[in-house]
């Protein structure tokens, strides 16, 4: 059969019958494909009669490179020597495949297929794989093309570690990195403790840690597994409010309770927490703060209620099961742009002008806030307006103010949360400063700065109206954290 399906040397007669042959062999892959497409070159040349007719007719003839040709049996039936079963009941799809072809990419392939304990079977069952998530690992190993989605990746992730294709799995940790957000931070930290990716882990930490409000007031820190959620109660460096991590773990708790099939109730909420509640620093609480929450929401007994009131106002304070020191948090760090400050008589001025600078960076970090410069003559109060954009598209703004005290000194902005900031793109930064007094600025500016781990550069912006470049003017100060 084999040698007549191959066969290049048919009388003319029968040529149309193999080409509908040929098409039909590589259809799956490319079903563009026409008859024309299988022997246009051959039939373009002016003289074709004197052309190797192998040459002409040949599919393999089309497609010089071993990586097409094996593209081309990709979820190919022609030749298949096995079939997957993919997927969980209900949801399977079928694979054809080629032991060769994934033994060569693939050790575990290998081993199933060709090693001492190898079994003769044509039809394997995969219920623990996506069926997207498998084809997408077939296609890497007949084609070497990788391409990954967002809804996809972790599952694609899943089967490159258990077939042990590392090349894909760094591909995918590397696209999970670049769309890494608060919004999927706490989801992909429990990933990546799976995995056991390290880096990926650590870059999760970088956002949680940072962005920790907004983390955990994510639909996705409620899908987290129990350990993961222990793991981040555990942090010392979160940048946020306890009262914030109440409510993030109540969020969680009722979550929990419905993937139980148990009903939202405070006891049950206590129940599947278990230990994960005295992982809560209630004691770092304001007063008012634990009264308004957690001391009336009856996930506390009354006892531990009654103890933690007795901390924050008796002086014998009881003993709590509770950890009773503050998070450290983190410490803001400040990328100073200017080299020496100065003022004169008739700068610097606002008229509701705006002043403003671009920053790229080398490594991701989160801006929290400005620098600015105030009063040069005595103390005096600013209304300031702060913006953060990427390519026109507003990131952060705030609407605040600030009291300077005549001295030179910086004067710190914020915005509600950290920004996210990624490498080698530049961000825009404005103020929009109101007030009466004249201000400080800066001289001597610099277009690169080191600043600890992260260098940033400065150019100048088209959205500036009131001077300030990269020479001189305002915002000295970037406040981030890394």
Known sequence: MAAELFSTSLPHGEEVEVLEVKK???????????????????????????????????????HPTLRERNALMFNNEQMADVHFIVGSPGETQTVPAHKYVLAVGSSVFGA????DLAEGQSVIHIPDVEPAAFLILLKYLYSDEIELEADTVLATLYAAKKYI????????????????????????????RLFEEPELTQHCWEVIDAQAELALRSEGFCEIDLPTLEIILQRETLNTHEVVVFQAVLCWAAAECRRQGLTVTPGNQRTVLGKALYLIRFPSMTLQEFADGAAQSDVL????????????????KPRLEFPVVNRVG??????????????????????????????????????????????????????VRIELKRQGTVLAQNLTKFLSDGSSSTFPVWFEHPVQVEQDTFYTVSGVLDGNELSYFGQEGMTEVQCGKVTFQFQCSSDSTNGTGVQGGQIPELIFYC
């Open 112 to 115: 199933m297929f060709y090693g």
């Open 301 to 316: 007994t009354l006892k531990e209620a009654h103890d933690v009131f007795l901390w924050f106002t008796a002086t014998n």
């Open 330 to 383: 983190l410490v803001p760090q400040r990328c100073h742009r200017f080299q020496s400050s100065a003022y004169r008589s008739n700068q610097w001025r606002y008229r509701g002008r705006c002043d403003s600078i671009q920053f790229a960076v080398d490594r991701r970090i989160f801006v929290a806030g400005l620098g600015l410069y105030g009063s040069s003559g005595r103390k005096a109060e600013y209304i």
């Open 24 to 62: 039909s062999f590589i259809q799956v892959n490319d079903p563009q494909l026409t008859a024309e497409d299988v022997c246009g070159d051959a039939a373009s040349q002016p003289n074709s009669n004197d052309s190797n007719p192998e040459e002409r007719d040949s599919w393999q003839a089309a």
């Open 165 to 192: 294709v590392p090349a894909l799995a760094r591909a995918c940790v590397a696209f999970l990195e670049t769309s890494l957000e608060a919004k999927n931070a706490c989801v992909l930290l429990s990933q990546s």
